[in-house]
């Protein structure tokens, strides 16, 4: 198994190839960026497709007070993500590079990378 860094980044890349995956095979990562309001949110989006990525906005309720608590107890509010799509090798220097530009595509409009995922079977 390949060694990662010893970051949020890293622990998950390590937690996906523990579960068998084979890491040397493209994967379809989902890059959140989170966006301030629907209309950023959007715009958001519309600058990620135009870079090439597979964008979506999506509006989350949030938990009502007292449910979904995270562990420091608070409420889990109301936001607005724009999800990133690519497939890809899973490569921890081009996941953090992806971010990196994420960032910069959605900080114009007060927006940044928010983590990553992939769905496995």
């Known amino acids: 198994m390949a060694d990662y860094p010893d970051d949020a980044?890293?622990?998950?890349?390590a937690e996906i190839a523990a579960q068998g995956v084979d890491m040397?095979?493209?994967l379809l990562i989902e890059f959140a960026v989170a966006a301030p309001d629907e209309e950023r949110a959007?715009?958001?989006?519309?600058a990620l497709a135009a870079a090439g990525y597979e964008?979506?906005?999506d509006f989350d309720e949030g938990e009502p007070e007292g449910e979904g608590d995270d562990p420091d107890g608070e409420a889990f509010a109301p936001s607005w993500s724009v999800y990133a799509s690519r497939e890809m090798v899973p490569e921890?220097?081009?996941i953090i590079?992806?971010?990196s530009e994420l960032d910069r595509?959605?900080?114009p409009f007060?927006?940044?990378s928010d983590g990553w995922g992939v769905l496995l079977d």
């Open 9 to 13: 980044d890293g622990e998950v890349l």
């Open 24 to 26: 040397s095979q493209p």
């Open 42 to 46: 959007q715009a958001i989006a519309d």
């Open 55 to 57: 964008a979506e906005v």
């Open 92 to 94: 921890y220097d081009e």
């Open 97 to 99: 590079r992806i971010q």
């Open 105 to 107: 595509l959605a900080g």
């Open 110 to 112: 007060e927006g940044y």
